[in-house]
């Protein structure tokens, strides 16, 4: 099995950054991409940004150019570095990892950006 631990939320004016960290444990060698995901309250859970093994990755429009998605193999480790935040990337993020047989999450992080 595959655990994953999400760190380096909080509260941060609108204009400002943070970096989400995700640290994966277990059976490591099954996981391919990996990715971070949001959900605001009464929202559905939406992509933000994706890294494959080799380093592909993917965004959303809404993050792309301020959000940077990074990954270090060797530490079993995925980053998220946000800035120019805004109040409407307000959401708890969690990180996933894409395994043979699905997706496992981690427990989240809340981000909140105040205006």
């Known amino acids: 099995q595959v655990q994953l631990v999400e760190s380096g939320g909080g509260l941060v004016q609108a204009g400002g950054s943070l970096r989400l960290s995700c640290a994966a444990s277990?059976?490591?060698?099954?996981?391919?991409?990996m990715g971070w995901y949001r959900q605001a309250p009464g929202k559905q859970r939406e992509l933000v940004a994706t890294?494959?093994?080799?380093?592909?990755?993917n965004y959303a429009g809404s993050v792309k150019g301020r959000f940077t998605i990074s990954r270090i193999n060797a530490k079993n480790t995925v980053y998220l570095q946000m800035n120019s935040l805004k109040p409407e990337d307000t959401a708890v993020y969690y990180c996933?990892?894409?395994?043979?047989?699905?997706?496992?999450w981690g427990q989240g992080t809340q981000v909140t950006v105040s205006s």
């Open positions: 996933a990892a894409d395994l043979p047989l699905g997706t496992r």
């Open positions: 890294i494959t093994r080799g380093g592909t990755t």
């Open positions: 277990g059976s490591i060698f099954s996981i391919n991409a």
